[in-house]
């Protein structure tokens, strides 16, 4: 049986976490590359990869879309209920791409408009499913890293293409893995999550181990390629991007 990080208390239903202290920093979104660099090496002490404890009662999923016509970012959090996996809230945002598209920067992109999102949720989540990285980064530190230590809150990368590593291809069967490394060191998982289909890259972001990582990924996995959350997130970014369109552009829709 799968179970993590339980939810808030009585007083705190929501099981929302304020920051405080030099945890805040992560919300001081840099614009350049040093800046970004320079937190990324302060936060990534702060992760801390280990087996999860206590139970899991919402499990969520994130994604973000880029739109170059507008220049745009739009994200969506969609909370699940668990064992049910049914969808019980969703939280969408668009904001302006004030960080330029770079491998190993994708945190200081997409983060500032996931925590848009992320702040507008009534039901705050006990794991955190990204579709990115974890530690499959070359600072051990990508986006699953970056939110799960600002959000205070376990997290999973699953990303559908590698970063960096490398690995053996994985048996043809769901559920056959092989490890993902760098040199000598384990920092990922890839992960048959259908039969004959390709695989997907899952590491641990934060408060969580391998294991876990994929047995979570594997878990919340039903007829496709991808966890249904990070699945679902994708659709509502969809959604929302034509919606935005339509309203504020409709001559890009033309």
Do not use: M
């Not at 848009?116 to 986006?143: C, M, S, T």
């Amino acid at each position: 049986k799968l179970t993590g990080q339980a939810g808030g208390s009585k007083r705190n239903p929501s099981g929302r976490v304020p920051l405080t202290g030099s945890l805040a920093e992560g919300r001081r979104w840099p614009r350049t590359f040093p800046e970004g660099r320079a937190l990324q090496e302060t936060l990534r002490r702060r992760v801390r990869i280990g087996p999860l404890k206590g139970r899991i009662r919402r499990v969520a999923g994130c994604d973000v879309s880029f739109e170059r016509s507008c220049g745009k970012l739009f994200a969506a959090v969609v909370v699940f209920g668990w064992p049910e996996l049914d969808s019980v809230e969703v939280a969408t945002a668009v904001s302006e791409a004030d960080f330029p598209y770079v491998p190993g920067y994708l945190s200081f992109r997409e983060g500032p408009v996931l925590e848009k999102a992320y702040e507008k949720l009534e039901r705050r989540p006990d794991l955190v499913i990204f579709d990115g990285q974890g530690l499959a980064h070359p600072r051990r530190f990508g986006l699953a890293s970056h939110l799960g230590v600002v959000w205070r809150v376990p997290s999973i990368g699953c990303a559908k293409t590698r970063l960096v590593g490398t690995f053996r291809e994985p048996g043809a069967r769901k559920g056959s893995f092989s490890p993902l490394r760098d040199g000598r060191e384990v920092i990922g998982s890839v992960c048959r999550t259908r039969d004959g289909v390709k695989p997907v890259f899952v590491s641990p972001g934060h408060r969580i181990d391998h294991a876990g990582a994929r047995q979570w990924v594997l878990e919340t996995t039903t007829r496709y390629r991808l966890p249904e959350p990070i699945r679902t997130a994708h659709r509502e970014v969809n959604v929302l991007r034509r919606a935005w369109i339509a309203r504020f552009r409709p001559d890009l829709g033309r």
